[in-house]
């Protein structure tokens, strides 16, 4: 495929994917009870896998291999984009497809600490993408204004104008908060819970279950088993932390005067001055 092909294939892909995007959406935004039960073609598309290329061969990590040492160079140069996008929707269609443990990485921090990544196959990672392609236009019909960290069109400068907003009017506390080792300690069970709310289709909730116990292959090459958590890194980890924590904004909203409040909560604010508005953002790394 040469390069006058690859823009004009991907140009219709995107124009699909986004078509479809739009109409996953509004039928997530007509029936918040709709469980979505045949996704796992979509993801298997030759177009959503070409977009999901566009956007892994476009990110900067596309230049960092996982444990097969494979980098986006390397599969256009050596291995061939055509057949290693062909091999993938086949492995996915057949469902002998298995992620493959990612690598870690140490990142220094501020103070001399550090964060680790999970850097998962450049396969991984296209497979990943296209299936959030599939995946986040319905559960971005679920989450609430109040959580701003890894959502289309929304920005750090975001969270910090709408603190401001409040802070200039009735709001007179600004308290800030983290959550130790977010990304770590999200529970399985309670995550794919929360995914089958919305999702019916089993063979996608078994691929996204096969990508959280992947496994993180350590620096001194042992296997270390992921019971728990989102790998840090990871394409599918900032919107399956939302998903999880979107509890959180829904708990908080439904407190008197909250976006989700009835017509008696938000009366009921006049007479509850030390409700809190939440401004969720996550300053982790993707």
Not at 205 to 218: C, E, H, N, Q, S
Not at 262 to 272: E, L, Q
Request: net charge positive; glycine share 8%; charged share 30%.
């Amino acid at each position: 495929m040469n390069t006058d092909e690859l823009e004009y294939a991907l140009l219709k892909a995107e124009r699909r994917v986004l078509e479809i995007q739009t109409k996953l959406n509004r039928w997530a935004s007509d029936d918040p009870h709709r469980r979505f039960d045949d996704l796992y073609n979509l993801a298997a598309d030759p177009g959503f896998l070409l977009v999901a290329w566009d956007r892994v061969r476009n990110n900067k990590g596309a230049r960092t291999a996982g444990v097969d040492g494979e980098t986006a160079y390397y599969i256009e140069s050596v291995r061939g984009l055509k057949g290693f996008l062909a091999e993938l929707r086949e492995d996915l269609k057949a469902r002998t497809f298995r992620p493959l443990p990612a690598r870690r990485r140490a990142i220094p921090k501020a103070g001399g600490k550090v964060r680790y990544l999970g850097i998962a196959t450049i396969r991984d990672r296209v497979a990943q993408a296209s299936l959030k392609l599939v995946l986040e236009p319905i559960f971005e019909a679920d989450f609430l204004p109040c959580s701003y960290g890894f959502r289309p069109n929304r920005r750090a400068h975001d969270a910090v104008a709408e603190v401001h907003h409040f802070a200039s009017r009735s709001y007179e506390w600004v308290v800030e908060g983290d959550i130790k080792a977010c990304f770590d300690e999200i529970s399985h069970s309670a995550l794919m819970n929360r995914v089958r709310e919305r999702v019916g289709d089993k063979r996608v909730l078994d691929l996204v279950k096969a990508f959280l116990k992947a496994g993180i292959l350590g620096e001194d090459g042992t296997l270390v088993d992921t019971n728990a958590g989102t790998p840090q890194g990871s394409i599918l980890s900032p919107l399956l932390s939302n998903v999880a924590l979107s509890v959180l904004d829904e708990h908080i909203a439904q407190g008197p005067g909250g976006p989700g409040a009835s017509p008696y909560g938000r009366a009921k604010r006049r007479r509850a001055p030390a409700f809190a508005w939440l401004v969720r953002f996550d300053h982790v790394m993707p």
